[in-house]
């Protein structure tokens, strides 16, 4: 036929190498393996086609891999960020809470000791005075005691040496003036740094949880709103009562905010009367009223810090969730990220006011056993 190749003559040399073994040996192995496998044929698809389309779908799934792990990259550093930044508002808050709180603490019993010793000392001048008048007991005998007491308590015990009723006196003098300067030093730093703080907490704990919720939350506080808040009754429902979202951390602090100022003016009055009166009082119901107030600040503390942690681990499980997956996927595709949010919502309230009224039982509790106990 026309299409066959011609045909060529080729030597070979066969050789028998033992028994039923031969060796072939030719010169022209080349020439025999080319007739053998005939002409080459081209062909576009496995040439073309076929390399193109590996090459396309190796850079397409290769682009895509890479794009997958850049989108993991960015979600989960955002959402790392997000809890880191939450993680140190709450800090930089708590910390500022407790130095202002424990001030105030220490300021009290020092402020009711100099209006005691201010009273004690013009009590003794006063009678230091009638007597002079009435020509009553030796005033030189009275003289040093009415010096002593205008210096403050001292250790009137035999036995014990002046200069050692001196340091005392000096050593329970320096206390009192470290806790009035702890004391204006807290107030000062809060001040400073309170309009800080409560932006701090509404970008960095309330927005982005407020955000995944689609809760279109207007954050604007006013001091004439918080100054209403009762600092006795819960702050949950305080809130609630001033159409002020109980699930945000900003106006929760704000509500702190408000009730340290209600208890610094409790204090300012009481010792703008101790400078001004002749003759001041401390009554144990003030300070009853006052220790009241302290003790409803550390339960507004203790549940802000609940709220706040609550928060920071709803803000670190999303780490996992930022990851592409089937699970993330359903996500965009449904409201599962607001159901989250909500539910988060729910969750704290439920676990963070129920510890609340768990240490209002035990105290409830323990001031029924003390009031059995001394009838």
Request: proline share 3%; aromatic share 10%.
């Amino acid at each position: 036929m026309s299409n066959d190749q011609p045909f060529q003559d080729v030597s070979v040399y066969i050789e028998q190498a033992g028994t039923n073994k031969f060796k072939i040996q030719s010169d022209q192995l080349e020439q025999i393996g080319t007739q053998l496998r005939g002409r080459p044929k081209f062909s576009i698809f496995q040439s073309i086609i076929l390399p193109l389309i590996v090459s396309v779908a190796t850079i397409i799934f290769s682009s895509a891999f890479q794009y997958v792990s850049w989108f993991n990259s960015v979600g989960v550093k955002y959402t790392t960020d997000v809890a880191d930044k939450a993680a140190h508002a709450y800090e930089t808050a708590a910390a500022a809470i407790g130095a202002r709180h424990y001030a105030m603490f220490v300021f009290l019993p020092s402020l009711r000791d100099l209006i005691h010793a201010k009273a004690k000392t013009v009590s003794s001048a006063v009678a230091l005075t009638t007597e002079i008048k009435d020509g009553g007991t030796n005033v030189k005998k009275r003289k040093p005691a009415a010096a002593r007491s205008r210096l403050g308590p001292t250790v009137q015990s035999v036995g014990v040496a002046k200069d050692d009723e001196i340091s005392l006196h000096k050593y329970h003098l320096d206390i009192k003036q470290k806790r009035f300067a702890s004391y204006y030093k807290q107030l000062k730093l809060w001040n400073e740094n309170y309009d800080r703080l409560l932006s701090d907490i509404e970008y960095a704990l309330d927005r982005p949880v407020f955000e995944q919720a689609k809760s279109n939350e207007n954050f604007q506080v006013t001091w004439a709103t918080t100054d209403q808040i009762d600092c006795l009754n819960s702050v949950t429902e305080e809130l609630q009562k001033l159409r002020l979202n109980p699930d945000s951390l900003k106006f929760r602090f704000a509500g702190i905010n408000a009730c340290f100022m209600k208890v610094s003016r409790a204090l300012n009055r009481e010792l703008t009367e101790a400078i001004s009166k002749p003759l001041p009082t401390f009554s144990e119901s003030t300070e009853s009223q006052i220790k009241k107030q302290y003790d409803a600040l550390l339960d507004m503390a203790n549940e802000f810090r609940c709220y706040a942690h609550q928060r920071i681990d709803y803000y670190n499980s999303q780490k996992e969730l930022a990851i592409f997956s089937l699970t993330y996927v359903w996500r965009s595709l449904t409201d599962a990220t607001k159901t989250g949010a909500l539910k988060h919502f729910e969750d704290s309230t439920k676990r963070c006011n129920g510890l609340l009224n768990a240490q209002t039982a035990d105290e409830n509790l323990l001031n029924a056993q003390t009031a059995e106990e001394n009838p």
